[in-house]
Structures are given as structure tokens and as C-alpha cells.
T-cell receptor, first 113, second 114 residues
Framework: DTEVTQTPKHLVMGMTNKKSLKCEQH?????MYWYKQKAKKPPELMFV???????INESVPSRFSPECPNSSLLNLHLHALQPEDSALYLC????????????FGSGTRLTVV | TQLLEQSPQFLSIQEGENLTVYCNSS?????LQWYRQEPGEGPVLLVT?????EVKKLKRLTFQFGDARKDSSLHITAAQPGDTGLYLC??????????????FGRGTQLTVWP
């Protein structure tokens, strides 16, 4: 299995809702990432998990809460989002090391209404 | 602060033309990676270069890593409409316990017209 699987593919939520994005990989990668991407812009790093521990939080608002239940799973819990949080949310994994690239999922297209 | 400066930001060319995209930085990276992204999908890794001066070829695509490991270029020969997409360069930096931190350039939106 050489894929990163993200669910759901599309999500519409109200500003008072609570929802979660899920990400799964079975490549044995030791690092997992959440990125946010606006249209025609590069991905912006949100969180990095190394060896299942949160190692980077890029000053993300607390309405986004990451969770890494095990080495294969990564969740992003959403609560009280704003319309400007609407974006493509990408999960990626890698083994780190200079020669290893990221494997990205297809993303969750989030719309906050 | 943008660690990686990517140029041009937009490129619109005719089928059959050649093009080069540049990625420059004042920082040294352990690797330089190139991704291609289509609308609504995640970026797909094209190549990783790790050695200064390294050149890699992938069919009509040629990737080069600068001798000082601060810059890279992507050259496409005889572009085709299927090459259309957002091309992203990304510098890799492993520091301490943080694995595989990537710094992305702003991207080059390439459109190839038939």
C-alpha cells in the first residue's frame, strides 16, 4: 500500500459544528503532517507528528486540534471554524531523511458556512 | 519569510515549447523535491535530489540541484497539454527529532495550450 487515504473528500460544516478529518497510511512512515492549501497557493504547514508525537504546531488556532492515535492514523478535529478556514486540507506522510519525499493524500475540501 | 523563491509564478506556453522553472534560496537544504499538483488533488512527488550538482531525468523532465544545495531547476522539453498543473519545489530539512520538514516555494502554474 503506497497511498495516504483521507476522508471525507468533501465537507460542509456550520460555524458551530464539530467535525473531524481522518488520514491513514500503511507505509510505515514515521512522520505525518497536516497542511492547509488555498486556491492557487502552496500548501501551508499546520502540524507535524514525528514518531506519533506532536513536534511542530505552526501557531495554528486552537479551533484546529490534531490527534495521532497510532503510527498509521492522523486526525484533525475541527470546532467553531470561520468561513476563512475554508480550504483544501492535505495530509502527508514521510520517513524523513534527505532522500525521502512526501506522499500526500488527495485532501479534504472543507467549506465553512 | 519565504525560504524558497520560485519563478516564474505563471507560465502559459504552446505545445512543443521548452520551459524552465527556477527555485532559489539563501539556505542550504538536505534535499530538494519537486511536486506536481492538479486541481482538487494532493501534490504528487516527481523527484528528489540530494547531492549538490545532481541531475535527474524523468522522460521530458530534467531536474538539477545546485552545487551549493541552495537552488534547483526543472526543465521540460517539448511541453504537452498533459503537463499543465501547479509545480511546487520544496526544500527538505531534518532537524533533531523533526522528520522531513519541507519548505515550499510559492509554485508555478503552468498551462500548455494545444
Amino acid at each position: 500500500d503506497t497511498e495516504v487515504t483521507q476522508t471525507p473528500k468533501h465537507l460542509v460544516m456550520g460555524m458551530t459544528n464539530k467535525k473531524s478529518l481522518k488520514c491513514e497510511q500503511h507505509m510505515g512512515h514515521r512522520a505525518m503532517y497536516w497542511y492547509k492549501q488555498k486556491a492557487k497557493k502552496p500548501p501551508e504547514l499546520m502540524f507535524v507528528y514525528s514518531y506519533e508525537k506532536l513536534s511542530i504546531n505552526e501557531s495554528v488556532p486552537s479551533r484546529f486540534s490534531p490527534e495521532c492515535p497510532n503510527s498509521s492514523l492522523l486526525n484533525l478535529h475541527l470546532h467553531a471554524l470561520q468561513p476563512e478556514d475554508s480550504a483544501l486540507y492535505l495530509c502527508a506522510s514521510s520517513n524523513g531523511g534527505a532522500g525521502n519525499g512526501y506522499t500526500f493524500g488527495s485532501g479534504t475540501r472543507l467549506t465553512v458556512v | 519569510t519565504q525560504l524558497l523563491e520560485q519563478s516564474p509564478q505563471f507560465l502559459s506556453i504552446q505545445e512543443g515549447e521548452n520551459l524552465t522553472v527556477y527555485c532559489n534560496s539563501s539556505s542550504v537544504f538536505s534535499s530538494l523535491q519537486w511536486y506536481r499538483q492538479e486541481p482538487g488533488e494532493g501534490p504528487v512527488l516527481l523527484v528528489t535530489v540530494v547531492t549538490g550538482g545532481e541531475v535527474k531525468k524523468l522522460k521530458r523532465l530534467t531536474f538539477q540541484f545546485g552545487d551549493a544545495r541552495k537552488d534547483s531547476s526543472l526543465h521540460i522539453t517539448a511541453a504537452q497539454p498533459g503537463d499543465t498543473g501547479l509545480y511546487l519545489c520544496a526544500g527538505g530539512a531534518d532537524r533533531g527529532s523533526t522528520l522531513g520538514r519541507l519548505y515550499f516555494g510559492r509554485g508555478t502554474q503552468l498551462t500548455v495550450w494545444p
